[in-house]
């Protein structure tokens, strides 16, 4: 008798078991994805600027700059941007490693200094971190046959700083 009831008592603990097994894991609504669906824009201007970057610190300053957009290259000499980066070269402005873009606009019309032609512009932000710096630049891109080409790029650098969670 006491051999049944254990038995019987195996098989109800597994079969209990199974059944959550396959209500949770199979027959079990989904809920929400707990991960935000990527944004395929953050991806195409990160590629774009570190492809950039990536010319740069192998010294393709030429190459670089054929990949800027044809309103930068009206109003910045092949000369000028070498000056440019020579001096973000320098300065220790360009990290060693990809940048991680953190923030862009949405397309907003506006014009280029010394330019009359008005433009789609989308303003970006991307940082890389380094010895304890912020290595970052302020880009912005404009559309030249469909695909997105640099217009302005400006660096900064800060420390970088510890913030509490919740602040």
């Known amino acids: 008798m006491l ?24 027959l079990a609504p989904q809920g929400p994805s707990k991960t935000p669906p990527k944004d395929p824009l953050f991806a195409k201007y990160e590629t774009i600027v570190n492809d950039f970057l990536d010319m740069v610190r ?49 397309p907003f019309s506006g014009s ?12 970006t932000k991307c940082e890389a971190t380094e010895n304890k710096e912020i290595k970052g630049f302020f880009i912005e891109f404009i559309e030249n046959e469909g695909k997105s ?5 400006n660096v900064y650098k800060t420390p970088v700083t510890h913030k509490k969670e919740g602040q």
Do not use: R
């Open 3 to 26: 051999q049944t009831i254990g038995i019987s008592a195996v098989t109800s603990l597994l079969c209990t078991a199974i059944v959550f097994f396959f209500y949770f894991s199979i």
């Open 112 to 123: 280029i200094n010394d330019l009359p032609d008005k433009y789609m512009i989308v303003q």
């Open 58 to 106: 192998k010294g393709q300053i030429e190459a670089a700059y054929k990949e800027t957009s044809p309103s930068f290259q009206k109003i910045s000499t092949l000369d000028n941007f070498k000056k440019l980066i020579n001096g973000y070269q320098s300065a220790q402005n360009i990290p060693s490693s990809p940048c991680s873009l953190k923030e862009y606009s949405e």
């Open 149 to 153: 080409k640099i217009s302005y790029i």
